[in-house]
T-cell receptor, first 111, second 112 residues
Framework: GEDVEQSLFLSVREGDSSVINCTYT??????LYWYKQEPGAGLQLLTY?????DMKQDQRLTVLLNKKDKHLSLRIADTQTGDSAIYFC???????????FGKGTKLSVIP | DTAVSQTPKYLVTQMGNDKSIKCEQN?????MYWYKQDSKKFLKIMFS???????INETVPNRFSPKSPDKAHLNLHINSLELGDSAVYFC???????????FGQGTRLTVV
């Protein structure tokens, strides 16, 4: 099955860029996702990228996909304190409706 | 309108009890899921249910059972609750293409 890995912690200063990295194992994944979980809240779909793209930009968010290395990253420009949250990378396995989640990266923004 | 809603939001109960968590989606999706998020925030799939096909993660104890009265609902029943069942449980739904999943707000279960 699919295996998704991401680092557990990231700390950045307000105004800097944050880069959260993720690796996955199933090369047939069609879409790859980033979810955000704020303290005490449910998961929120932040953005996603189709596997035939290598970059997607959405305001302050940039998703980069290196399909050869099975590496996905999420860059947040001009990081704000409101961006403090846990960010989950997720990928569906081949022929599966299910999403496999990474363990989540806790982003802490220092004022 | 909330797309995926779970009730209750918080549930505190004693060991040995039987409890249910309800989930409803109004998106017309045909696949629903239950995920467990443990104290370290790790998310694990427990069940997926699609057109009466149930896929179970083999690590889930058989004290847990999903019940789907109709396509818009997937409830989670837990028998003989144990301390280790304390976690946040998330319900989610997606369409058959599975391009994205929508999550409920989660139910924080505390077993004392």
């Amino acid at each position: 099955g699919e295996d998704v890995e991401q680092s557990l912690f990231l700390s950045v200063r307000e105004g800097d860029s944050s880069v959260i990295n993720c690796t996955y194992t199933d090369s047939s994944s069609t879409y790859l996702y980033w979810y955000k979980q704020e303290p005490g809240a449910g998961l929120q779909l932040l953005t996603y990228i189709f596997s035939n793209m290598d970059m997607k930009q959405d305001q302050r968010l940039t998703v980069l996909l290196n399909k050869k290395d099975k590496h996905l990253s999420l860059r947040i420009a001009d990081t704000q304190t409101g961006d403090s949250a846990i960010y989950f990378c997720a990928a569906p396995g081949a022929g599966s409706y299910q999403l496999t989640f990474g363990k989540g990266t806790k982003l802490s923004v220092i004022p | 309108d909330t797309a995926v809603s779970q009730t209750p939001k918080y549930l505190v109960t004693q060991m040995g009890n039987d409890k249910s968590i309800k989930c409803e989606q109004n998106l017309g999706h045909d696949t629903m899921y239950w995920y467990k998020q443990d104290s370290k925030k790790f998310l694990k799939i427990m069940f997926s249910y699609n057109n009466k096909e149930l896929i179970i993660n083999e690590t889930v104890p058989n004290r847990f059972s999903p019940k789907s009265p109709d396509k818009a609902h997937l409830n989670l029943h837990i028998n003989s609750l144990e301390l280790g069942d304390s976690a946040v449980y998330f319900c989610a739904s997606s369409d058959r293409g599975g391009t994205e999943a929508f999550f409920g707000q989660g139910t924080r279960l505390t077993v004392v």
